[in-house]
């Protein structure tokens, strides 16, 4: 690889994933890590379960190599995301260690929206500077993305100064 007539010493591409799916998809996104021919890389690793890695030496034309005996190393890194990852939005980190004298540990940050089937519009809801006795209402929407019917169990009414409770139902 060059740039402005010299040789890179390595470069990753792209530098960061993002990945947005709905909850049970399995995702998989790739990067490239290009390096001299001296570079190794060695196994991955990644700070989230929910994170699976898979780096592959890749292959050089042998036609290239022989006239871009300079081209170096590559690798292709594939990043997925498993069908139990977590419903939110989380980051993770995917780190690779090199035999480069310069960079050593190569971090690609993850970030990661799983999207349940219940969605709240707005997400929150602000109301206001009150005083005792002043009331205020705001709507919140639930609705399900894949239209599964919902029934209302009950919402709590805290009293004043408490924090509204919420409750999980298993049915």
């Known amino acids: ?26 995702a998989e996104k790739v990067v490239t890590v290009l390096g001299p021919p001296t570079m190794d890389v ?3 690793t990644t700070d989230n379960a929910s994170v699976k890695v898979t780096l592959t030496p890749q292959t050089r034309d042998e036609a290239k190599a022989k006239t871009e005996p300079e081209a170096g190393k590559s690798w292709k890194l594939q990043v997925a995301l498993g069908d139990e990852a977590p419903v939110g939005e989380w980051k993770a980190t995917v780190t690779l260690k090199t035999t480069h004298s310069e960079r050593s540990t190569i971090t690609i940050p993850v970030d990661i929206s799983i999207r349940g089937d219940l969605e709240l519009s707005p997400k929150s809801a602000f109301f206001g500077f009150l005083k005792v006795g002043d009331k205020a209402t705001r709507t919140i929407r639930l609705t399900s993305r894949s239209a599964t019917a919902l029934h209302r169990v009950g919402i709590p009414s805290p009293r004043c100064g408490e924090r509204a409770r919420t409750q999980r139902v298993r049915g």
């Open 1 to 26: 690889m060059r740039q402005r007539g010299f040789t890179c010493a390595w470069e990753v591409s792209p530098a960061s994933l993002t990945f947005v799916v709905d909850k049970g998809v399995v």
């Open 42 to 44: 060695t196994p991955t």
